[in-house]
Structure formats: structure tokens, C-alpha cells
């Protein structure tokens, strides 16, 4: 296999082992995060397979890891807002009650069509990806594997400088952009302040998007009730700190050009 299919080859058999990781976790309960690592291992298995879009085995997994995604999306939710309620030491009940849909979710994800599926996706990926360098495909798409990643951090760019631009869609620019880097950087060629620059401001539209999703919640779950006056000093923090990060990375991302 040449250099490039070798890499890429390498870091979906790394995203495999983690993912099954992951998914034996949540089977045996062992720690609450490992939901959030099985969506940040579909995420980073995204990231790579995205910008190689045209090639069906490609195509297909990537498919496979977005459903998965979509499934535990509401469930992750859920989970991060018992780690809240528990921080701000609710009373049991509210805790409790979520907890266990967190933990049916669990099992609905591991019973899951999607992730039955991704399985067989991810073991029938190496046949298919070895047909395509044989076929001279994989040249096609690594040709246009610059230009795409490019694309996706000028588009980030546009969307940092309209200060009218909506935070939910930059939210989701910069996690493809720094993924994007993590999986290929030498193609995207993002120094160093700019890739923590990414962290920075996706750890912040994370918090920011947080808060927004309980204080919707906590208008129609009375049992949140108690936690609204807090949440709302809390998003004008989270609206502060983002707005802040936001111009930094847009700064960091021009300078790197």
C-alpha cells in the first residue's frame, strides 16, 4: 500500500480499537465518560473520512458514524445535565430519574441498529479501501484532499468575521476544522496557537450551547425550576467568554494564512 493509504488504514484501525473501548465502558458501567469518548472517537473518525468523500467505502462509514452520532446526541445531552444538577446539588429525585434514562440509553445504543451496523462497516473497510488504491482511486481523492480542507477553514473564517453569524453553525465549523487537523496536519497546516485557539473556542460554544439547551429545559420541566436564575448568569458568562474566543481564533486563523 502506498505512504497515504497506510495512514489512513492506521488511524481508522486506531478509531476501531477505541470505539470498541468505549462501548465495553458503557456495557460494564465503568465511568461516565465513556459515551463522550465513543462520540469524540466518531467525530475524529468523521473528520477523516469526510474530506475523502467520493469514495464508497468511505462514503458508507462515514454514513455508518454519523447515525451513531445522531443517536447518542440526546443521550450525551442527558448526561452532561445530571453531571450539572449533580454539581449544583439538586435534590435526588431529579438526578435520579435522569440518570436512569441515561443508563437506558446505554442499552439502547449498545442493542442498537447503528452501532450493529458500524461494526460491520468498520470490518468490511479495509477490503474495500484496498479496491480502491488498486483502482487508483484513493490518488483521485488525495489530489483534492488540500483544497477541501482549505475550503472548510475559509468557511470558518467568513463565519468568524459576520458578527451576525449564527453560533450554533460556527459551533459545528470549528469542530469539523479542528479535526480536520488533528487528522491530517500537515495538509492543514495550523500552526500550533491556532489548533488551541480550536480547543478554546469549542470548549467555550460547548459550554455556551450547554446552557442554552437546560435553560430551555427549565422552562418546560418544573423540577428544574430551582436551577434557571443560576443558568441564566450563567449563559450571560458563557455569551462573554465565547464572543472573546471567537475573535481570538478569528485573529489566530487570519495570522496563520
Request: net charge positive.
Amino acid at each position: 500500500m502506498s505512504a497515504f493509504a497506510d495512514r489512513i488504514s492506521a488511524q481508522v484501525l486506531k478509531r476501531q480499537v477505541s470505539l470498541f473501548a468505549c462501548a465495553a465502558r458503557m456495557q460494564a458501567l465503568t465511568d461516565t465518560e465513556a459515551l463522550h469518548d465513543l462520540r469524540i472517537n466518531l467525530r475524529r473518525l468523521r473528520s477523516l473520512l469526510k474530506p475523502l468523500r467520493g469514495l464508497p467505502a468511505c462514503d458508507q462509514l462515514q454514513l455508518h458514524t454519523a447515525q451513531l452520532g445522531k443517536l447518542t446526541g440526546p443521550v450525551r445531552e442527558l448526561e452532561v445535565l445530571v453531571a450539572e444538577l449533580q454539581r449544583k446539588q439538586q435534590g435526588p429525585n431529579p438526578v435520579e430519574q435522569r440518570r436512569q434514562r441515561v443508563l437506558q440509553g446505554y442499552l439502547q445504543t449498545l442493542q442498537s441498529d447503528q452501532l450493529s451496523a458500524l461494526w460491520h462497516a468498520l470490518d468490511e473497510w479495509p477490503i474495500q479501501w484496498r479496491l480502491a488504491e488498486r483502482d487508483g482511486s484513493l490518488k483521485r481523492v488525495e489530489s483534492k484532499l488540500e483544497s477541501r480542507l482549505l475550503k472548510a477553514q475559509r468557511r470558518l473564517i467568513d463565519g468568524l468575521a459576520d458578527p451576525l453569524h449564527d453560533w450554533h453553525d460556527l459551533r459545528l465549523f470549528v469542530k469539523r476544522v479542528r479535526y480536520n487537523a488533528e487528522a491530517y496536519p500537515k495538509v492543514a497546516k495550523l500552526d500550533g496557537a491556532s489548533q488551541k485557539a480550536l480547543k478554546q473556542t469549542q470548549d467555550a460554544l460547548g459550554r455556551w450551547h450547554d446552557v442554552l439547551q437546560w435553560l430551555t429545559l427549565g422552562a418546560a420541566e418544573t423540577d428544574l425550576g430551582p436551577c434557571v436564575p443560576s443558568w441564566q448568569a450563567d449563559l450571560l458568562s458563557a455569551e462573554i467568554a465565547t464572543s472573546k474566543a471567537l475573535e481570538n481564533l478569528r485573529k489566530m486563523l487570519v495570522a496563520n494564512e
